[in-house]
């Protein structure tokens, strides 16, 4: 935008001199006004792509979702099965792994 007032200065210093052969306005506009408009273009491009990226975001965060509680009806679907088979120790098992995972230790 500094550059694009400069230059709007100097035309217009050129055209007070009246040099104004080799200077031509295009569209009648300034330079800060196209700037301006660059700018009001590309802020809207990037507004819409916040609002698809949210969106995105919601329906993913929602598979995650749905993808836990899968996982927790497939866990409590495998602990009645052992139950039912008798194998108390293999569903108490179950339990305590799920319950508390093992945790990675991180890499040094």
Same mark, same amino acid.
């Given at each position: ?9 100097? %035309?217009?210093?050129?055209?007070? /001199? !009246? $040099?104004?052969?080799? &200077? ?5 506009? *300034?330079?800060? %006004?196209?700037?301006?408009?660059? /700018? !009001? $273009?590309?802020?809207? &491009? ?5 609002? *698809? ?56």
């Amino acid at each position: 935008m500094p550059l694009a007032r400069l230059e709007d200065a100097w %035309e217009g210093m050129v055209r007070g /001199l !009246g $040099a104004g052969g080799g &200077v031509e306005e295009v569209d009648g506009g *300034r330079f800060e %006004e196209a700037v301006e408009w660059q /700018l !009001g $273009a590309l802020k809207r &491009v990037m507004y819409e792509n916040l609002i *698809r990226t949210q969106k995105l975001m919601v329906r993913m965060q929602a598979i995650v979702d749905r993808e836990r509680e899968l996982a927790l009806e497939e866990r409590l679907q495998r602990e009645q099965l052992l139950l039912k088979d008798g194998n108390v120790e293999d569903a108490i098992s179950t339990q305590t792994k799920t319950a508390y995972p093992r945790r990675h230790k991180a890499s040094a």
